[in-house]
């Protein structure tokens, strides 16, 4: 079992940054590609990015790529997620997740994660 704890959300204005990060227990992440969805309001969660095991190879969604940054330590089992130029459609929960899948055409699905974090929020103000 992987446990995934999320921090670093938090209400920032337009333009600003956010480090979010994602800390793993239970077992090591080194074997499992990890995962960063949102979710806003009324909306379904969304696939933002992920990175392989070894962080070498990384995936974005349209949305976020150029200003969105995903990265990972395995030394110390985790996981992060620099988000600079926020936008307020930035804003939603954000969760964590690791998959054991180390194809890149999976990585956008969901229902192909094991293992979720609770969420953090982040906010993002005009």
């Known amino acids: 079992q992987v446990q995934l704890v999320e921090s670093g959300g938090g209400l920032v204005q337009a333009g600003g940054s956010l480090r979010l990060s994602c800390a793993a227990s239970?077992?090591?992440?080194?074997?499992?590609?990890m995962g960063w969805f949102r979710q806003a309001p009324g909306k379904e969660r969304e696939f933002v990015a992920a990175v392989n095991w070894s962080g070498g190879i990384t995936r974005y969604a349209d949305s976020v790529k150029g200003r969105f940054t995903i990265s990972r330590d395995n030394v110390k089992n985790t996981v992060y997620l620099q988000m600079d130029s926020l936008k307020p459609e930035d804003t939603a929960v954000y969760y964590c997740?690791?998959?054991?899948?180390?194809?890149?055409?999976?990585?956008?699905?969901?229902?192909?994660?094991?293992?979720w974090g609770q969420g953090t929020q982040v906010t993002v103000s005009s």
């Open positions: 997740a690791a998959t054991p899948q180390n194809y890149q055409a999976v990585w956008g699905s969901r229902i192909h994660y094991d293992y």
């Open positions: 239970g077992r090591t992440i080194s074997s499992y590609c």
